[in-house]
């Protein structure tokens, strides 16, 4: 079935660091790939999204290339700050018209200032 | 903005109780989650609902049911609590199925079975 594997965590930088989450999916059909962002004690809220392969997703300095032929949908920022301290979820569409999500385990980021 | 909202942050139940989480949305979404969500895990999908009164189930269904009565409130409910259902619950909308659109989350309920 369909499902999405992410890097494991936690991930440690230095405010100003280059960041990647490495993302990879399988699946059937054409989905929407996502990344949605947990700040602490909240729920999750969408960070950017690609519906098509070759499309970038950009959002608040974060960006992701939905790649076809590596089946990779991997989040970067150039220079990270203490406020993206959260955990970051990949996710993909589902299901012959796309009705519902599958989601990555997750990865916890930290930024130390 | 879209608004989901869940009725409780933290809920305390025991063993066997009967307990009803419940979500609305203010945004006329034909689509309704339930994930709950553990460590390691990411989020699981309980069940859906694409319309008043329909339901589907998702990949961990048992120990649950849901209800949606009204287009806006989507009800969970775990007919005889169980530790193992201790979790984050979090629910979810979505407006007309289609590969491109998002799903608007609340705040989670975090509930602790004892």
């Known amino acids: 079935g369909d499902s999405v594997t992410q890097m494991e965590g936690p991930v440690t930088l230095s405010e100003e660091a280059f960041l990647t989450i490495n993302c990879t999916y399988t699946?059937?059909?054409?989905?929407?790939l996502f990344w949605y962002v947990q700040y602490p004690g909240e729920g999750l809220q969408l960070l950017l999204k690609?519906?098509?392969?070759?499309d970038k997703g950009s959002n608040k300095g974060f960006e992701a290339t939905y790649r076809k032929e590596t089946t990779s949908f991997h989040l970067e920022k150039g220079s990270v700050q203490v406020s993206d301290s959260a955990v970051y979820f990949c996710?993909?569409?589902?299901?012959?018209?796309?009705?519902?999500?599958?989601f990555g385990p997750g990865t916890r980021l930290s930024v130390l200032p | 903005d879209v608004k989901v909202t869940q009725s409780s942050r933290y809920l305390v139940k025991r063993t066997g109780e009967k307990v009803f989480l419940e979500c609305v949305q203010d945004?006329?979404?034909?689509?309704m989650f339930w994930y709950r969500q553990d460590p390691g895990l990411g989020l699981r999908l309980i069940y859906f609902?694409?319309?008043?009164?329909?339901?589907e189930k998702g990949d961990i269904p048992e120990g649950y049911s849901v209800s949606r009565e009204k287009k806006e409130r989507f009800s969970l409910i775990l007919e005889s609590a169980s530790t193992n259902q201790t979790s984050m619950y979090l629910c979810?909308?979505?407006?007309?199925?289609?590969?491109?659109?998002?799903?608007?989350f609340g705040p989670g309920t975090r509930l602790t079975v004892l």
């Open positions: 979810a909308s979505r407006g007309a199925s289609g590969v491109y659109n998002e799903q608007f």
């Open positions: 699946a059937t059909g054409y989905p929407s």
């Open positions: 690609a519906t098509k392969a070759d």
């Open positions: 996710a993909l569409t589902r299901g012959n018209y796309g009705q519902n999500f599958v």
């Open positions: 945004m006329d979404h034909e689509n």
């Open positions: 609902s694409y319309d008043v009164k329909m339901k």
